[in-house]
């Protein structure tokens, strides 16, 4: 039997060159979004719908593993509550969904540098969201914290952002040492990193960052 696989955030950067990854893998992969990603394989099966019936969907997948590849930035959401209401509180309630429609593996996407006392809204409510994820019961969750995601196409151009990527191989050197875990992520790495994951057994909470995330990715 094929393993079902749920994933949120399926047409962003990451998402969609997991799927890609899933998908040469034989898993039974589903996507909840509320607009179609285009992905066109077939084992992988789509579901658009607005998030307040993600729930439902879920229910009737009744996935092993769900993964959320959901995000986006406070200059996209507009706010920094409209940013909280994707960041934390979707990708909460999508776990909370795959969770209660039987998943026991949960795989996120989060940022390096996380810290609950952080001045930085963006990284206090990432790490807020990995605080309360380890309260819903899951066996095994992977907490994945890529630093400036380089590679793949982007469906929006952020300048600060490309600025960085164009920056990343110069400032990628300066990187070592603790500093390591700060260096560019390329997406594909990332991808690559969380489609093996899908596969792991064993149960614990997981925190991968660089060096964890392209060995993962081998």
Not at 52 to 66: E, G, L, Q, S
Not at 107 to 116: A, D, K, L, N
Not at 124 to 153: C, H, V, W, Y
């Amino acid at each position: 039997m094929k393993r079902k696989i749920v994933i949120a955030g399926g047409s962003g950067l990451v998402g969609k060159q997991l799927v890609d990854c899933l998908a040469l893998g034989g898993s039974e992969v589903h996507l909840v979004s509320r607009r179609p990603t285009g992905q066109s394989k077939p084992n992988v099966h789509e579901h658009v719908a607005p998030s307040d019936d993600w729930p439902a969907i879920v229910a009737r997948i009744k996935p092993a593993v769900a993964i959320s590849c959901l995000g986006t930035t406070i200059r996209t959401a507009g706010s920094q509550e409209a940013f909280k209401a994707v960041d934390h509180d979707l990708v909460l309630a999508f776990a909370a969904a795959s969770h209660n429609a039987g998943a026991q593996h949960f795989i996120t996407v989060s940022s390096v540098g996380t810290m609950p006392a952080s001045g930085n809204f963006y990284l206090r409510t990432k790490a807020e969201m990995e605080r309360e994820l380890l309260n819903i019961g899951f066996q095994r969750i992977d907490i994945m914290r890529p630093s400036l995601l380089t590679g793949g196409k982007r469906e929006t151009h952020r300048p600060g952002e490309a600025f960085g990527i164009l920056l990343s191989p110069l400032v990628d050197r300066l990187m070592i040492g603790p500093m390591r875990r700060f260096a560019s992520t390329p997406s594909d790495v990332l991808a690559q990193a969380i489609a093996a994951l899908a596969y792991r057994p064993d149960e614990g909470v997981f925190i991968h960052e660089n060096d964890s995330i392209r060995a993962l990715a081998g």
